[in-house]
Nanobody, 119 residues
């Protein structure tokens, strides 16, 4: 069982940067992959980035390369998503999820944090 709690969302101006946090707790979290997803208004949830806890190897969705950076702080058991040069189309609810390494499905999810970008 893994618990995830997102924070750091808010209302920002286009062009600014924002860092979201995902606090992770539970057993054997080093066996997991933690991913960030987002759901824009009226659209499906989409993959943003993921990180393998044990190796810190990262993966990004095609649309986010260059502006998004995922990282983790093992001591704080927290995964971060830094978003630079925010655009109005980045407005979404951002979720973090966790899956066991080697599994395709994300079984655990946080409650989400709202990011609203105004131009």
């Amino acid at each position: 069982q893994v618990q995830l709690v997102e924070s750091g969302g808010g209302s920002v101006q286009a062009g600014e940067s924002l860092t979201l946090s995902c606090a992770v707790s539970g057993r054997s979290i080093s066996s997991y992959v933690v991913g960030w997803f987002r759901q824009p208004p009226g659209k499906e949830r989409e993959f943003v980035a993921s990180i393998i806890w044990r190796s810190a190897v990262t993966e990004y969705g095609d649309a986010e390369k260059g502006r998004f950076t995922i990282s983790l702080d093992n001591a704080k058991a927290t995964v971060y998503l830094q978003i630079n040069s925010l655009k109005a189309e980045d407005t979404a609810v951002y979720y973090c999820g966790a899956r066991l390494r080697g599994w395709a499905e994300y079984d655990y999810w946080g409650q989400g944090t709202q990011v609203t970008v105004s131009s």
